[in-house]
């Protein structure tokens, strides 16, 4: 089973300042069909004005990815970590008991482009935790690399759930595979740019959510970037 959910169909928050799409239910915006899909409860695909941002606010047994496409994303939080993420750059933040942070443009001229993804974890209580790693673009060209893992395989950011998380960027004739296992759910989001998923095609801010797949083929891209959840249902 694959079903797909165009761009526009994703909510929507114009606050002036951040300009937001919402993958699933955040915020104002509610739809009881998409709440989340497996643990991946929120993909926003924010963008963010400059020299503004997201002031202090806490979070709860919650696992945090920041991903930037374009621009950078300065953050700091109560465990005193305090960087500026760019494009290539994954940082994973492990709510757990709880913890605050803000989060700011880090440019003075112009806009932040990031996606912000939150994963329900399979263990709560835990004690805060905060990584950050960075995958350049040769390690994503046309295959789809491990950045966030259980078990942080491969080098990727830890995840405190049964989930693995792929970046890729393709073009032209670059394609790749992914096998999914049975039991388990797959989730494509575009970036940017347009792909073929399982045949299907999809454009910029576009999803594919796969079912009783035995794997998922990213083909036929145009200046396209993807992230790929492999997920338990």
Request: aromatic share 8%.
């Amino acid at each position: 089973m694959i079903e797909l959910r165009k761009s526009g169909e994703r909510g929507y928050a114009d606050h002036g300042w951040l300009k937001s799409f919402h993958s699933f239910s955040f915020a104002d915006y509610y739809d009881t069909r998409h709440m989340g899909f497996g643990p991946l409860r929120v993909i926003n695909e924010d963008r963010v004005a400059a020299g503004m941002g997201f002031g202090k606010h806490g979070h709860r047994d919650m696992e945090i990815i920041s991903y930037v496409l374009e621009g950078a994303l300065a953050h700091e939080d109560s465990m005193g970590n305090g960087s500026a993420i760019k494009p290539g750059d994954v940082q994973r933040m492990s709510a757990g008991t709880g913890v605050t942070h803000s989060e700011f443009n880090h440019s003075k001229t112009g806009a932040t482009h990031f996606l912000q993804i939150w994963i329900m974890p399979n263990v709560t209580g835990i004690k805060p935790s905060y990584e950050e790693k960075h995958f350049d673009a040769a390690s994503k060209r046309g295959l789809l690399r491990l950045i966030g893992s259980n078990e942080g395989r491969e080098g990727s950011v830890v995840i405190h759930q049964d989930a693995s998380l792929y970046a890729g960027l393709f073009d032209g004739a670059e394609h790749a595979e992914l096998l999914i296992a049975a039991g388990r759910l797959a989730y494509v989001h575009v970036a940017r740019g347009s792909v073929a998923v399982n045949g299907k095609t999809l454009a910029a801010g576009d999803a594919a959510k796969l079912a009783d797949v035995t794997s998922v083929r990213i083909d036929k891209g145009e200046d396209a970037e993807v992230l790929v959840f492999d997920l338990p249902q």
